[in-house]
């Protein structure tokens, strides 16, 4: 035998939905079809991460105006209105950042009344701009415990961040 043989990823996917065994190269392979990376902690809200951020808001609302006009003249009304959606969430988002004082405060507060409004295009644009990225390989963490499908916690090993995640439920073979 050279290689750990694995099962084809549909059958090891049917077999974790269906709550039965796997082997551990076979879980390990199906939690790395995913590609997670910590995305380090936020950054303090200052006026130049503010700029870029409205900056960035800006031109995406721009862009899918853009957008929704040429595929309005086009006749393609489905794609005209998911452009439009996208516009007006970024200028309601707008609208609730030119109302945040940057003075420092944590990145993280920013994300929170983004999501708290619904505007989640938004938080993940914040996510970019106001986080210290890291890009350890989060999938390392997940395999390092238990996956009994439950809540744990964990502190990434490179930049110390901490929070909670939900372990992916699948039955090892053999444990
Ligand atoms: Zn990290």
Redesign the pocket.
């Known amino acids: 035998m050279d290689a750990p043989t694995l099962r084809d990823p549909a059958l090891v996917e049917a077999a974790i939905t269906a709550g039965k065994p796997v082997t551990s190269a076979e879980a390990s392979a199906f939690v790395r079809r995913v590609a997670r990376h910590?995305k380090?902690p936020f950054r303090p809200y200052t006026a130049a991460r503010a700029k870029t951020l409205l900056q960035a808001l800006t031109q995406r609302i721009a862009k899918a105006t853009t957008a929704a006009a040429a595929a309005a003249t086009a006749g393609d009304e489905a794609p005209a209105d998911r452009e439009r959606d996208a516009a007006a969430g970024d200028t309601a988002a707008l609208a609730l950042l030119r109302r945040v004082k940057p003075t420092g405060q944590d990145g993280g507060e920013i994300r929170t009344a983004l999501l708290t409004a619904q505007l989640l295009a938004v938080a993940s644009l914040a996510d970019v701009v106001l986080r210290q990225h890291?890009?350890?390989d989060f999938n390392e963490t997940i395999l390092a415990n238990p996956l009994d499908g439950e809540d744990h916690e964990y502190t990434?090993p490179?930049?110390?961040?901490t929070g909670t995640y939900r372990a992916p439920s699948i039955l090892l073979a053999g444990v």
């Open positions: 910590c380090g890291c890009g350890a990434c490179r930049c110390q961040l």
